[in-house]
C-alpha cells in the first residue's frame, strides 16, 4: 500500500489561487498514475486530475485552462496549482494513487475503491 501526504488547500476569495502537494511513501512504482478528485457536501467524489509516469495529464472539462498538475518523481510529489478558483470548487480534495496507471485511465475510473487515498484538505471559495 501507498501513503500519501497532502499539503496546501484553505479559504481563498473568488479568482485567487491555491496549490496543493501530495506526497507519496511506501510502495511505489516507477509506472503509475496520480492525482485529485474532490467531493463537495452532499455530491459524489468525482475526477479532477490526473499525471502518470510519462508526464500525460488528464483533466475533467471544468478545471481545464485554471488548474495545473505537474510532478516531481524523484520525490514521488504531484502538485495542483489551481487559479481562477471558483466557488463551485470548493470541496474536499483528496489526492489519489493507482500503480501501473495512466492519467487517462485514473479519469475514467468508476470502482474509486481500488485507489489509494489520501485523508483529505479542503478548499473554500468564498464568492
Known amino acids: 500500500q501507498v501513503q500519501l501526504a497532502e499539503s496546501g488547500g484553505g479559504l481563498v476569495q473568488a479568482g485567487g489561487s491555491l496549490r496543493l502537494s501530495c506526497a507519496a511513501s511506501?510502495?511505489?512504482?516507477?509506472?503509475?498514475?496520480m492525482g485529485w478528485f474532490r467531493q463537495a457536501p452532499g455530491k459524489e467524489r468525482e475526477f479532477v486530475a490526473a499525471i502518470d509516469w510519462s508526464g500525460g495529464t488528464h483533466y475533467v472539462d471544468s478545471v481545464k485552462g485554471r488548474f495545473t498538475i505537474s510532478r516531481d518523481n524523484a520525490e514521488n510529489t504531484v502538485l495542483l496549482q489551481m487559479n481562477s478558483l471558483e466557488p463551485e470548487d470548493t470541496a474536499v480534495y483528496f489526492c489519489?494513487?493507482?500503480?501501473?496507471?495512466?492519467?487517462?485511465?485514473?479519469?475514467?475510473?468508476?470502482?474509486?475503491?481500488?485507489?489509494?487515498w489520501g485523508q483529505g484538505t479542503q478548499v473554500s471559495v468564498s464568492s
Open positions: 489519489a494513487f493507482r500503480r501501473f496507471s495512466t492519467a487517462q485511465a485514473m479519469g475514467a475510473m468508476r470502482r474509486l475503491d481500488i485507489l489509494d
Open positions: 511506501g510502495r511505489t512504482v516507477s509506472v503509475y498514475a
